[in-house]
């Protein structure tokens, strides 16, 4: 079955850095578009990062882009996520997920029908 693994989480300091890695078996990742997700206590789950299947084509949540670098490596069956200069509210669980849809609909969560168990990600003030 579809398994998508994410590590890399943990406890930083605002201002820091942090790479998330997600790590995908049981489809054939290279023909899958991938994405991040994030969700707060008490507030929705929001959009991070998006990446076409080749890697040549990526999407930003907003005010995101510029702090946030999403990329994969199709060979290892794996998507990153680096996160510099952080921010307490960046504070939240991270999602990564393969799209089962085309990929202009990469910001929509229902698009997505594989979801990794998320790693937590604390920033400190």
């Known amino acids: 079955q579809v398994q998508l693994v994410e590590s890399g989480g943990g406890l930083v300091e605002a201002g820091g850095s942090l790479r998330l890695s997600c790590a995908a078996s049981?489809?054939?990742?290279?023909?899958?578009?991938m994405g991040w997700f994030r969700q707060a206590p008490g507030k929705e789950r929001e959009f991070v990062a998006g990446?076409?299947?080749?890697?040549?084509?990526?999407v930003y949540g907003d005010s995101l882009k510029g702090r946030f670098t999403i990329s994969r490596e199709n060979a290892k069956n794996a998507v990153f996520l680096q996160m510099n200069s952080l921010k307490p509210d960046d504070t939240a669980v991270y999602y990564c997920?393969?799209?089962?849809?085309?990929?202009?609909?990469?910001?929509?969560?229902?698009?997505?029908?594989?979801w990794g168990q998320g790693t937590q990600v604390t920033v400190s003030s």
């Open positions: 997920a393969a799209l089962t849809t085309g990929f202009s609909r990469v910001r929509i969560g229902a698009s997505y029908g594989y």
């Open positions: 049981g489809l054939t990742f290279s023909m899958y578009h």
């Open positions: 990446i076409n299947s080749s890697g040549d084509n990526t």
